[in-house]
């Protein structure tokens, strides 16, 4: 509960939580992945792990975050994302790129796990939702006599067969800039123990190290700028 919270109370500093998240590693909490079905808006304590809150993505208000909650608490998980769509822009104006932002992060993994897909899938998902609130506030019916418009539509799964998923470099990217931190993956992985033999410091406590003493810190390379002296 303590990291939980702290955690929740350092959701828009991505350095800190970066930190923070890291500390859980070591210390052997885990950290449970965003999930449409799962989270809510701040981290939370589930089974003795720590659900990522969704309040930490960037791109999506803290209002159709806690719309989405609500909704999945009154009428249960959602089924797919076109069921999503639907229920969420019931309750609230949902635009395309926060859905966008919430499956690039993986929220729909226990969905779907290809994000390309999702994403393939997303403008037809929001316009047969937008379609079936429309009818369904005429009070016009399904295809069958149903209110629920289901049967009018739907979407066509077997045209996004084809699609494959991001690599993984593109999934960590992804999620580097959405959240700050890598959550499916680190693209360090591999190296984790060369560099744990390597590094004298990490990015959670060479702040702790003496004036003027020297350390060897591995990481990656983000972003170069040229700067021209006099």
Known sequence: EYYAALLSANMDDKDKL?????DCKRLGVTVLPPDVNSSGVE????????????????????AIIETMVRTRADAGQFADLLDFCERVQEKAAMNKSTVECLIKVG???????????????????MSAAA???????????????????????????GRYSHVADFKCQEV?????????????????????????????ANASNYRDLAN???????????????RITR
């Open 18 to 22: 970066a930190i923070y998240m890291e």
């Open 131 to 157: 379609a079936q609130l429309r009818d369904r506030k005429n009070g016009q019916a399904g295809l069958f006599g149903d209110d629920t418009g289901i049967a009018s539509f739907s979407i066509d799964m």
């Open 107 to 125: 929220t729909f993994h226990s969905i779907e796990p290809n994000r390309a897909k999702l994403l393939e899938m997303l403008p037809d998902a």
């Open 172 to 200: 960590y990217a992804m999620e580097k800039d959405l959240v700050g931190l890598y959550l499916s993956g680190h693209p360090l992985e591999n190296l984790r123990k060369s560099l744990d033999r390597q590094c004298s």
């Open 212 to 226: 003027d003493e020297m350390c060897t810190i591995g990481g990656i390379i983000t972003e170069i700028r040229e």
């Open 43 to 62: 981290f939370q304590v589930e089974e003795g792990k720590i659900r990522f809150g969704l309040g930490a993505v960037k791109g999506c208000g803290r």
